[in-house]
């Protein structure tokens, strides 16, 4: 059988993540200079290094049988794929944005305005769903600049933390959509089986990097509250220890409750109270 092709940035933010995801998961490779292939290791499964944005058209088209890129660039595209995994990384917004001063306060106000972006399939969807129609200025990059270029009255573009905006002191307007990294699939791919074992593994690793094992002791008659505070993926795993009024709890929690849990659990009486790192698991 012929292996499975995977579309990995080639280059730009989504690079390195897509790349250490794949490690995690086992299936390792060495991309070779600025070399545009790579074999994985011990699996029937082969990489191309394709830029971001024709990631999801060459998936749809059946050159790569699954790609890694930005759910905002699958939507753009506009073509027929299956979103096997999101992979809980690269998390942005597109938003309509405009100078702090500007006299638009509503998408109806950008009827005859004209806006740079990038996205020019998704703000047209946008516009009509407003009933206002634009002239549209499609760049590939350095989208903020244009209204000081006099280009544009209003852009639309990626939001991360906002820094970008406020150096050139523009504000949103109103938010098109969210959007993050995903694994992608055509609908006939080359190696089905493996294409399953592909999402399972970076599955393992997607769920292993945002909770942590916590493991603490606890009165016997403290543990149904401890379970409130913490009632795991599943839930969790109760030992007897020696002492019969006590037990041994281990539970995953989601990354970002770790502490206030951890803070909870002891305020009614656990100790011992252990975090712990998962590299990877199957649940
Ligand atoms: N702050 C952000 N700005 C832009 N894209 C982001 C951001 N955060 C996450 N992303 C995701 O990264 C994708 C852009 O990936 P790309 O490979 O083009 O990286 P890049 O660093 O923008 O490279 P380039 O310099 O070529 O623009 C977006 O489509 C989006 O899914
Ligand atoms: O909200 P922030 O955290 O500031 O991030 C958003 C900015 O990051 C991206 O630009 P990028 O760095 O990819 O540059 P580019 O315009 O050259 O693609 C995006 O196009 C915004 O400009
Ligand atoms: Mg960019």
């Not at 995977?6 to 490690?23: C, H, W």
Request: include cysteine; hydrophobic fraction near 45%.
């Amino acid at each position: 059988m012929e292996n499975l092709r995977i579309g990995v940035p080639s280059k730009g933010r989504l690079a390195e993540l897509a790349t250490d995801l794949l490690k995690d998961a086992g299936l390792s490779f060495r991309r070779q200079d600025r070399s545009l292939f790579a074999l994985v290791k011990d699996a029937p499964v082969e990489i191309t290094f394709l830029r971001t944005d024709d990631i999801p058209v060459l998936c749809a088209e059946g050159a790569i049988d699954m790609g890694i890129t930005g759910s905002d660039l699958v939507a753009e595209a506009g073509v027929e794929l299956v979103e096997r995994l999101a992979l809980g990384v690269g998390n942005c917004r597109l938003a309509v944005c405009v100078p702090e001063s500007s006299a638009i306060k509503t998408a109806a106000d950008l009827d005859g305005a004209r806006i740079a972006t990038s996205f020019p399939h998704v703000t047209e969807k946008y516009l009509a769903e407003h009933g206002a129609k634009a002239h549209m200025v499609t760049l590939s990059g350095s989208v903020e600049v244009m209204i000081s270029l006099g280009v544009a009255d209003a852009i639309v573009d990626l939001v991360e933390t906002g820094s970008t905006l406020a150096a050139n002191r523009l504000r949103i307007l109103d938010e098109i959509g969210r959007y993050e990294t995903i694994l992608i699939q055509n609908h006939n791919p080359r190696h089905a089986e493996m294409a399953d074992r592909v999402v399972r593994r970076l599955e393992g690793v997607v769920i292993a990097r945002s909770y942590s094992l916590l493991e603490y002791n606890i009165p016997r008659t403290k543990l149904a509250e401890a379970e409130k505070i913490a009632p795991g993926f599943n839930s969790p795993t109760v030992s007897a220890l020696e002492d019969a009024d006590w037990c041994a709890v281990r539970v995953m929690v989601p990354r970002k409750q770790v502490i206030p849990a951890m803070e909870q659990l002891e305020a009614i009486g656990a100790s011992a109270i252990l975090e712990t790192q998962i590299a990877n698991c199957r649940l």
